[in-house]
């Protein structure tokens, strides 16, 4: 395999193991920390709309409080809100029959993801697309736990981060790959002139061409080289001369034979 072709495929099986394992690494990383910040969000929100909504509990106002499950329903974000009285009783919902049905069946401990003393997440999964995240926080008054709240959140812009995080790795991925095949290449052939100059050399000693000598000039290596290959030819090309100097009349410089005198 040339030299040419050897190095790049060589340099850019590392870069990709090295990349692909960096992008792995990065990628988990990325999506812990987004995922971290979904969940700092939704306990934020949760533990507000639990005091907003405490009163009502209280009082027992179930007109505001399903007022507050509607308005907050209107954000695409919050795909379902839940209020339960200090007995479990649901006091307020989103509407929608089939996705109370879904959260009734998924609301379990299986379906936990994370808890904080008294505040869990939920994953529940959807028919397609992914997961929602049920946030489920007590709803306290005066230090008296009077009820409890749950909301969930789309992952939809969690999803999306994660697809650009892995869309820009794969780029940069390919970028990089793509400049350390080029400029391997661009390397192995600029290593690649001087040994052709070398091989041609040699071919032209093997030929009896004591006269040739390489002209390239490098500030690299190479020159030793190129100087060491001078110096041998002018050594060959002396003792030639001087054999041809030695030889007797009726030789043949060339052939080293000797003529016939009779002809």
């Known amino acids: 395999i040339p030299l040419r072709i050897r190095w790049p495929l060589l ?3 590392v870069v990709a193991v090295a990349m692909v394992l960096g992008m792995i690494w990065v990628y988990h990383k990325q999506n812990n920390v987004i995922t971290e910040l979904a969940y700092d969000y939704g306990f934020s929100l949760s533990e507000w709309v639990a005091v907003q909504t405490a009163e009502d509990l209280l009082l027992q106002d179930k007109l505001a409080l399903q007022s507050w499950v509607d308005s907050m329903s209107h954000n695409r974000e919050i795909v379902y809100m839940a209020i339960r009285g200090d007995k479990g009783q649901i006091e307020a ?32 999964q959807q028919d397609a697309g992914a997961p929602f995240y049920v946030f489920e926080t007590p709803i306290t008054y005066q230090n008296h736990t009077i009820g409890q709240l749950r909301i969930g959140l789309t ?16 780029t940069w991925f390919a970028i990089v790959l793509l400049v350390v095949v080029a400029g391997t290449y661009w390397l192995t052939r600029r290593l690649q002139m001087p040994l052709d100059a070398v091989s041609n ?7 009896g061409r004591l006269e040739h000598r390489i002209r390239m000039h490098r500030r690299d290596d190479f020159e030793r080289l190129f100087a060491a290959y001078n110096a041998m030819a002018d050594v060959l090309e002396a ?9 007797p009349l009726g030789v043949d410089k060339h052939l080293a034979t000797v003529k016939d005198p009779v002809e």
């Open 11 to 13: 340099m850019a099986l």
């Open 155 to 170: 992952t939809d812009a969690l999803a999306t981060a994660n697809r650009t995080t892995l869309l820009t790795l794969l």
């Open 201 to 207: 050399a040699l071919d032209q000693i093997k030929m």
């Open 93 to 124: 919902q989103t509407r929608g029959d089939q996705l109370v049905a879904r959260m009734a069946a998924q609301l379990k401990e299986d379906h936990v993801v994370l808890s904080r003393g008294d505040l869990r997440v939920y994953a529940v």
């Open 239 to 247: 003792r030639q001369l001087q054999r041809e100097q030695d030889l």
